[in-house]
């Protein structure tokens, strides 16, 4: 069992100060089991394995010191994972089974998660059909980040076959959970007078410059997300990642032009100027950085563009390319890291409820045209010590696991587009998560596909 601190790291301590209003920081893997299916041993798996995970078995408190508040992580023994039996109703015949699963499990999502009381990881074991059912690990995000959430699930399914069969199974020696690239530690700088002055206006600058959105049909008041899944077929999935690299750039680079050429056309198409794109990009810092190589790695950072810079497709993908590489080497990364701390450290003299109020305001401030995740394989089988693109946990028990949806619920309230993208069984998986106060549900699966039609596209242009 690994040891923990106490104290929440400063990202785990945002994420949980903004869970207020409409940010719920909801993290959710939603896997489907096709066959067999025993619910006993797979109730005994989600027991066993929260002894496994000892800062998910824990809830916070606050205290009080030289008249300043902080955050602490409080180990409880007793405390277990939750685990929720149900049965999914068909709410819409016509839709996919993700859909009426997302359907099926809003009212929870959205509710209040008190981590004062309750454990910051919860299960919900859901029957489809007699050989079709869906395991659901819900995580709070200030107690997981997507490569926690990822090893949780694997100890999961390798405890629920260990359970049936009396052994550990071969693929629970994957040595990766998540495939991310291996990072070489590397000391935190100093950064020069004229770099802070940069920082500070860029970080200043992202409150006050007005950022384009798509233009969208959504009613202001309307507090609801839509869900929209695509996948592409592993022909598909090989032939952009193709793409990617005949053009002189990595993936991800390819994905945020896609997306920001996407909002483009589709404002065009409905005689909306085009503006300022602003995208923000998580990182997982893990294995990068001392300060942050605790529990919750997640960073970001952020790409600007004014019209002129994308009239150029081709030129633009490479721009986005030279800008990731220099945010990288200036550590930008780690400054967001800085920056929250920096937040954290400004409201510390009022208590936890008065602080949550401020740094969701402050952190809703900050809105992008479109946040992308990119997380990589999904439990990625290893060839020669890497990671490849297909994976390694396909079977569990008897049953065979046949799709993983990557869930950001509510991760912040004013980022409208959130796109998740993944590898599964060497197919590319997307998920686009937009606010119903911008798109209708029609204009998020149109604004999809346009991303879509962006990524499966030759060039660009």
Known sequence: MREISPKLNALSEMLALS????????????????????????MLAVRQVSQDFPQLMSRIKEVREWGRYYVLREHCPDLVFPAIVSELPIANSSASTFNNLMIHLTPLLDRHWDLFSEAPIRYHL??????HHIVAQIAH???????????????????YDEILKGKRP??????????????????????PFKEILSNMRDTLGRFAEKTTLPVGSGKPDDL???????????????????????????????????????????????????????????VNMRGRFSAVNRLNNSGLIFFKSRPEERKDPA???????????????RHMDFKFYQDVSRLNAVVRPFPFAVRSKIVNFVMNKHQFSAAITLLGVIWPETRNGKPTANTCLTRSGD???????????KLLSNTHLLLIVYVFRNQLN????????????????AFMDLVMKNLLAGDLS
């Open 315 to 329: 030129a633009f993908a490479k721009s986005l390319a030279l800008a990731r590489i220099k945010q990288f080497r």
């Open 170 to 191: 071969e693929w629970a020696c994957q040595p990766h959970a998540i495939s991310t690239s291996r990072k070489r530690m590397v000391q935190a700088r100093k950064p």
């Open 399 to 409: 049953f065979t696991i046949s799709e993983v949806h990557g869930v950001g619920y």
């Open 126 to 131: 859901v029957r489809v059909s007699s050989d």
């Open 19 to 42: 869970s207020y209003g409409n940010t719920k920081n909801i993290l959710m893997t939603a896997v489907e089991a096709h066959g067999p299916f025993d619910l006993d041993a797979m």
């Open 224 to 282: 609801r997300q839509h869900h929209v899944k695509r996948k592409l077929t592993a022909e598909q999935s090989e032939r952009v990642m193709r793409l990617s690299s005949d053009k002189g750039s990595s993936f991800v680079d390819r994905l945020v032009a896609c997306t920001n050429t996407a909002i483009d056309r589709w404002n065009e198409a409905r005689e909306e100027a085009p503006g300022i794109l602003t995208t923000s990009m998580s």
């Open 430 to 445: 997307f998920l686009l998560h937009a606010s119903a106060c911008l798109f209708t549900r029609d204009e998020a699966d």
């Open 141 to 159: 995000h200030a107690g997981a980040d997507a490569g926690t959430a990822a090893e949780t699930g694997q100890r999961l399914f390798e405890r």
